[in-house]
């Protein structure tokens, strides 16, 4: 009876070992936006978030959102121009409501026409990082802050811009 008991537990073992020797493959995207001269991110150096999500406060209309960033290039001589792409605004899903939207990179709002970021108040040297610039706070806000009367669902995209300029020997 005893020899019994064994060879079932041998073979519930190897039915058990068996079963588990599937294997599985996992294939996953991988995407990578390379400029060698700058990036932005955020204060901590990991990368910004693809989404934002703003609150809408009925009495006063949508929350600013603020990241603290830092610009990270490979030239700490070198200032930076800061622009966006293209007006930016909030669309609701039928395209009929337009909320003008306002980014501002250390409280200096950005237009579709470059602000220059000047190197030497920039890239201080009192990080701990090299060539990552000082903390600043990058803000996302409703242009002019007013409850929006339109309900639903509102998307945009904000293309910030980054230009390194040339340095002068």
Do not use: C, W
């Amino acid at each position: 009876m005893h020899a019994i008991l064994k060879k079932a537990a041998l073979a519930a073992a190897l039915a058990t070992a068996s079963l588990s020797a599937h294997a599985v493959e996992t294939k996953i995207s991988v995407y990578a936006d390379v400029d060698p001269t700058l990036a932005l991110l955020r204060d901590d150096g990991s990368a910004l978030p693809d989404a934002v999500t703003l609150t809408h406060d009925p009495l006063r209309g949508l929350v600013p959102s603020t990241q603290h960033v830092r610009i990270h290039s490979n030239d700490e001589k070198a200032d930076i121009e800061a622009k966006i792409g293209g007006a930016f605004a909030l669309v609701n899903g039928d395209g009929k409501v337009t909320v003008p939207m306002t980014v501002s990179l250390n409280r200096r709002a950005l237009t579709e026409s470059p602000i220059e970021f000047k190197a030497a108040d920039l890239f201080t040297g009192a990080g701990s990082t090299p060539g990552a610039s000082i903390s600043m706070p990058l803000t996302i806000a409703q242009t002019t802050p007013a409850p929006i009367t339109t309900k639903g669902a509102y998307t945009g995209i904000v293309n910030i811009v980054l230009n390194q300029k040339a340095t002068t020997p």
